[in-house]
């Protein structure tokens, strides 16, 4: 059974730091690439990073330079560090496996929640 | 940036009716576009990629169609477990990203 499990949400200050896991079990992790995706409270979902196979990262504007996706297929983990994070970096964060040859999100941990506030 | 506008923001039916969802995107998307089904608390759910193919183990009431710019995600038969809100996502400009829709929440009449 394929299953996403995030740790690592929590309530920091604004400009802090936080470091997101996602531990995956059930597919062979190196294969797939893998995303995380936020919500904030009541809102939509907005794509926050990507990692390819081989360790190729992608961003949107308004994490960039801020946000670094990283995996460790040794130990089945995807990671997200996040920096100077800021009041609008608030959501649940998800990660999620990309289907191979489609890119749509095929399995879903089930969130963890950041918090930026003073 | 691709921008999809999902309507209406919210449908309110009673079960065992139709539903008709849109998704229109800014620019041509192809066929990449995919539809997600989310309930309260929960994780979103793949139901449809590829505009028409419906993912592993999503009922055949759920239909996808469209290409280009317009999309539409059909319920045939509005079952209780049906209300939720659901997403369209575009890949389309991959690895510029991915984006979604802000949602249509189906409701109970």
């Known amino acids: 059974e394929v299953q996403l499990v995030e740790s690592g949400g929590g309530l920091v200050q604004p400009g802090g730091s936080l470091r997101l896991s996602c531990a995956a079990s059930g597919f062979t992790f190196s294969s797939y690439d893998m995303h995380w995706v936020r919500q904030a409270t009541g809102k939509g979902l907005e794509w926050v990073s990507a990692i390819g196979t081989a360790g190729d990262t992608y961003y949107p504007g308004s994490v960039k330079g801020r946000f670094t996706i990283s995996r460790e297929n040794a130990k089945n983990s995807l990671y997200l560090q996040m920096n100077s994070l800021r009041a609008g970096d608030t959501a649940v964060y998800y990660c999620?496996?990309?289907?191979?040859?489609?890119?749509?999100?095929?399995?879903w941990g089930q969130g963890t929640l950041v918090t930026v506030s003073s | 940036e691709i921008v999809l506008t999902q309507s209406p923001a919210t449908l309110s039916l009673s079960p065992g009716e139709r539903a008709t969802l849109s998704c229109r995107a800014s620019?041509?998307?192809?066929?990449?576009l995919a539809w997600y089904q989310q309930k309260p608390g929960q994780a979103p759910r793949l139901l449809i990629y590829d505009a028409s193919n419906r993912a592993t183990g999503i009922p055949a009431r759920f239909s996808g169609s469209g290409s280009g710019t317009d999309f539409t995600l059909t319920i045939s038969s509005l079952e209780p477990e049906d209300f939720a809100v659901y997403y369209c996502?575009?890949?389309?400009?991959?690895?510029?990203?991915?984006?979604f829709g802000q949602g249509t929440k189906v409701e109970i009449k």
């Open positions: 996502q575009q890949r389309s400009n991959w690895p510029r990203g991915w984006t």
């Open positions: 620019q041509s998307v192809s066929s990449y």
């Open positions: 999620a496996r990309a289907q191979p040859g489609y890119g749509d999100y095929d399995y």
